[in-house]
Nanobody, 120 residues
Framework: QVQLVESGGGLVQPGGSLKLSCAASGNIFNIYAMAWYRQVPGQERQLVAVIFSEGRINYADSVKGRFTISRDNAKNTTFLQMNSLEPQDTAVYYC??????????????WGQGTQVTVSS
């Protein structure tokens, strides 16, 4: 079993910054990708950013230039630095990881979610 624990959400004013963290622990052979998604009530969960084990990164168009995803492979942790936050960034942010529990078996795991609220 693998657990993802997120931290760093909260309330911030427009134009402010927050940094989210997500630490993976448990039966981990390798982590192939770590990502952040966000979800607003009544809408589908959407990809915000993803970082692959070889370093390739993709961002949603809406966050390019404002958000930065990074990863500490030694600690199985991913970070999402969010700058210039806007009210439309308000959502529950979820960490996701594609984890190899053996050399040939990969599972998809989710964190519990952390609320980010951008409001004056």
């Amino acid at each position: 079993q693998v657990q993802l624990v997120e931290s760093g959400g909260g309330l911030v004013q427009p134009g402010g910054s927050l940094k989210l963290s997500c630490a993976a622990s448990g039966n981990i052979f390798n982590i192939y990708a770590m990502a952040w998604y966000r979800q607003v009530p009544g809408q589908e969960r959407q990809l915000v950013a993803v970082i692959f084990s070889e370093g390739r990164i993709n961002y949603a168009d809406s966050v390019k230039g404002r958000f930065t995803i990074s990863r500490d492979n030694a600690k199985n942790t991913t970070f999402l630095q969010m700058n210039s936050l806007e009210p439309q960034d308000t959502a529950v942010y979820y960490c996701n990881a594609a984890v190899g529990v053996t050399r040939t078996t990969i599972y998809d795991y989710w964190g519990q979610g952390t609320q980010v609220t951008v409001s004056s």
